[in-house]
């Protein structure tokens, strides 16, 4: 949650040092008027040959306070960090359709899906192609000879309004 913020002119970046910038997602699905991501795991056990492992479970980090789209001042509604929105008046708030605080598993949000009787199962296809692709990006980096090399990787992933995921 370190250095986040939001800007709608590339001129107001300021920076010093490496710096990640993304486009930001305006009509992102919400739950109960909520912003959510998720954080998912991969480990790679090998790069030659490719072995990917994709946890099936992870985190799901939603904002504290409901989203509107108009108003970027707010980061308890357009940020989705923990470290983040664990300091915002309405962590502990019992919120519509998510409770106190602002974490999910993604085991709870399958569970949401299904008793909306919204069908995931495209959406964590998509996902895991995402993940598959990204490594496979990277993998030529890597010599042959680290054989033994293991990595862990998080993916920080939200859905579109559509349900298709964006990083």
């Known amino acids: 949650g370190r250095g986040i913020f939001l800007f709608s002119c590339i001129s107001d970046l300021l920076y010093d040092g490496s710096t990640v ?14 912003k959510f991501d998720l954080r998912i795991y991969a480990v790679v ?16 980090r939603f904002g504290t306070e409901k989203y509107t789209g108009s108003m970027l001042h707010n980061l308890y509604a357009h940020l989705t960090n923990t470290s983040i929105n664990m300091k915002g008046p309405s962590y ?15 085991s709870q949000l399958r569970a ?3 008793q909306c009787c919204i069908d995931d199962r495209l959406a964590w296809e998509r996902i895991k192609h ?21 990595e862990l990787y998080g993916f920080d992933i939200i859905f579109d309004h559509k349900l298709k995921p964006c990083f």
């Open 21 to 34: 910038v993304q486009r930001y997602i305006e009509d992102p699905y919400l739950i109960g008027g909520y």
């Open 130 to 150: 995402m993940i598959s692709l990204t490594i496979i990006m990277q993998a030529n980096s890597i010599p042959e000879t680290a054989k033994q090399c293991v």
């Open 92 to 106: 502990n708030v019992d919120k519509e359709r998510i409770g106190a605080g602002c974490k999910w598993t993604i």
């Open 45 to 60: 056990t090998s790069y030659h040959p490719l072995r990917i492992y994709i946890h099936h479970d992870g985190l799901v």
């Open 112 to 114: 949401y899906f299904q």
